[in-house]
């Protein structure tokens, strides 16, 4: 399984962003693909997750209302849309995926601690 990452960017505070992560190799078997982030100094720390079916989400506090993750499966690429975005969510942001058939919900695997496999990252920087 492969995962890459387009759509990071310099973006002003407040305006919006979208993130692509394209899939290759990715089977339809149960899994979990979401988006981390890394902002310097800090630890990398999970954005949102969604489930194989695109029927269950999960968001980080610091993300929710401004963040939207969605999938299209027929294009193997998960998407996250990028709104009212703050300074404070300038980082590289990783596309990743937990591989392991736990059947677990959405908020357990999204989890850097559970990936398998990590794509490689987009900056995306906000300038206030």
């Known amino acids: 399984v492969q995962l890459q990452a387009f759509g990071g960017g310099l973006v002003q505070a407040g305006r919006s962003l979208r993130l692509s992560c394209a899939a290759s190799g990715l089977s339809s078997g149960d899994h979990v693909i979401g988006w981390f982030r890394q902002a310097p100094g800090k630890e990398r720390e999970a954005v949102s997750c969604i489930s194989t079916i695109g029927d269950s989400t999960y968001y980080a506090d610091s993300v929710k209302g401004r963040f939207t993750i969605s999938r299209d499966n027929a294009k193997n690429t998960v998407y996250l849309h990028l709104n009212n975005l703050r300074s404070e969510d300038t980082a590289v942001y990783y596309c990743?995926?937990?591989?392991?058939?736990?059947?677990?919900?959405?908020?357990?695997?999204?989890?850097?601690?559970?990936?398998?496999?990590w794509g490689k990252g987009t900056l995306v920087t906000v300038s206030s």
């Open positions: 990743a995926a937990d591989l392991t058939k736990t059947f677990r919900d959405v908020r357990y695997r999204c989890n850097s601690r559970r990936v398998d496999v």
